[in-house]
């Protein structure tokens, strides 16, 4: 694949608002517009390219701003007790509500496995002991022992619906935190399902989600054969899959994203709301003063408790 | 490329399978509901080159803007909606009715018959005085389908054990699901659609209700989505009962785990006919079905005689009582 030959333009694109004239400077990455003159949505409809394809569905907004602004403060006050104080007391800001592009991905996995199985038995064993009149005597006992036995075999599975990001703006582990989206909502993308809202581009390349996606396929092709394996207990599973069927569809989800800047030196916590659910995600800064208080009471405590107890004998 | 308003056209009227599995995609499908891979869209809307533009309403010309409350874009001025493809989730009816071929004489007779045939323990008058009183022809509603299924299976089992009694396999085959009948009845229980599966010529489906009058209909009450899981449950437990039959090896096996991949499923909805009857003796009701394309499959309940168990009983504990007494004596 030419995956890498277009690079995304970094110069802005000037676009003309439909309804007023006004000219008007977009980054190069976004689908739509809103004119602040005349506040007109306008939507950029382009011919698919490699790594620009058209989306293939949307989820649409649920959750309104007011309602995803309270969720954030909520979010904020439960934050962990070990978080900044000046995070905790910070007003998040808005930045806005964006379709985010994501490649949703399917396939089937073909494994060849090879484990070590232990299946358990038992076992009754003799030893000797002193009784309570100090005499040696010799008893019985049943242990559990097992027994490793290797197996080799196939699975196949489906891998259904991973989401993997699209969009340099958000990580990966940031969508994963407000994931996941009810895809039953799902609906097959038409420009109107966007207009009025802010709605990106895919920044990442194809080939690219597509070796990420690949990358959690064959994780979860581990994870179903965690629970594949018979015995009581396993040991070395190696595996190695072939993944064929492979789709990959370019959709756009709904998530707000706001930002709290807490501390003017450092640049500002990333917070997102899933806009369908109004799951809250995102990396709370934690206080290391506050987290070497808390080590140094521990360690108080203990040296506390054994000093009295050295005391004591 | 075709031509675009024949292709729209073709894509509404037929229903495409999935490329990637090969299992029909139904009317409102956004998805394969078995591999998750995307269905082509109905209208190809791919400009070819780039454009800006203001969607307006058709109603009244303002701009059109995505509203979350109405979960769909919308005009604000005169509040006018914008259809999208969603996925639809319908509730689905029958696809066809399987005629009566059992007359109810016949099936009033076979009543009779089986009575007599129950045997000893139940009442002596049971066939001659048991009434019918009533006999309701009813279609049931079930799904059927059709499916290839690379199946992979391990458990451990008793065979090549060593010193633990147990010792793991495991296997991959190849399974074909041929007519497997999924039943989808209230009405019916799972006992007597067990009877009842085997004896239906599904090929005799005919679009309406034939061969009863006053046949209570019963109508698929759950929706795609819904039915989509049962036909996946039935296809595990089928494929799960195979793997025990025919792929473990030795006699007693534990911690099966299956896994499916499906090929070309294809489900179909049908209604079928039985004859439900119930019967009254000495006051109390029991019931009886007869499928409605072949007599001999009936499943029902029948009272037990009580005064004959507790005999039998009695007649058992003197035997126990007697042999216990002449070991002690002896």
Sequence with gaps: ?????????IDYKEISCQSCGSKLLLEPQMLTAICPYCASPSIIQRPPSENLPTPTFTIGFVVTQDRAIEAVSNWIGRS?????????????????????????????????????????????????????????????????????????????????DVVVTASKGITNEALEAVEPFDLRALRRF?????????????????????RLAH??????????????????????????????????????????????????????????????????????????????????????????????????? | MSDPDQSTIQAELVHPDCSACGSPLENGD??????????????????????????????????????PKKQAPS?????????????????????GYLPFTVTPEEAKAQLQGWLSSLGWFRPSDLSSTARVQELKPLWWVAWVFDADARVSWAADSNHGSRRSPWAPHAGATQMVFDDILASASKGLSAAEVDVLASGYQL????????????????????????????VAQALNAISHARVEQTEVPGTRFRNLKVSLVLQNLVTHRLSFPAYVMAYRY?????????????KRLLSGNAPYSVAKIVGVCAVLAVIVLIVLMATSLS
């Design chain 1, 80 to 160: 962990s007790v070990f978080a900044k104080s000046a995070f905790r007391k910070a007003a998040p800001e808005l930045t806005r509500g964006v379709y985010l592009p994501a490649y949703l991905y399917n396939a089937v996995a073909h494994s060849e496995y090879h484990a070590d199985i232990g299946e358990n038995y038992t076992e009754t064993e003799t030893y000797t002991t002193t009784d309570s009149n100090g005499k040696t005597v010799t008893r019985t006992r049943t242990v559990t022992k097992t027994e490793w036995r290797s197996l080799h075999g196939q699975h196949s599975c489906y891998i259904l």
């Design chain 2, 75 to 95: 005009c604000s001025f005169c509040d006018s909606v914008v259809e999208i493809e969603t996925l639809e989730d319908p509730m689905e009816q029958t696809g």
């Design chain 1, 215 to 313: 990358g959690e396929a064959v994780d979860e092709v581990g994870s179903q054969l965690k629970r594949f394996m018979p015995g009581d207990s396993y040991r070395n599973l190696r595996y190695e899959t072939d993944l064929s069927r492979e789709s990959i569809d370019l959709v756009l989800f709904p998530v707000w994203s706001f930002a709290v800047r807490y501390d003017e030196s450092k640049p500002p916590v990333q917070i997102l709301v899933n806009g369908q659910t109004g799951r809250v995600g995102g990396k709370v800064p934690i206080s290391p003063v506050k987290v070497s208080i808390a080590v140094g009471i521990v360690l108080a405590i203990i040296l506390v408790g054994v000093l009295l107890f050295g005391m004591a004998r």
């Design chain 2, 282 to 294: 000495k006051g109390q009701l029991y019931r009886l079905v007869i499928s409605g394309q072949d």
């Design chain 1, 190 to 210: 038409t420009p109107a399902i966007v207009s009025g809202w802010l709605a990106e581009e895919p920044s990442r390349t194809q080939d690219e989600c597509f």
């Design chain 1, 1 to 9: 694949m030419a995956a890498d030959t277009i690079e995304p333009k």
């Design chain 2, 203 to 230: 090929e005799t489906a005919k679009p309406a209700p034939e061969g009863a009058e006053n046949a209570t209909i019963e109508q698929f009450d759950v929706q795609r989505s819904q039915a989509r899981k049962h």
């Design chain 2, 30 to 67: 956004l998805r394969c509901a078995i591999c998750g891979k995307s269905a082509p869209a109905r209208r190809e809307s791919a400009s070819t080159k780039e454009v800006v533009k203001i969607l307006r309403c058709t109603g009244c010309g303002a701009a059109v803007a995505y509203d």
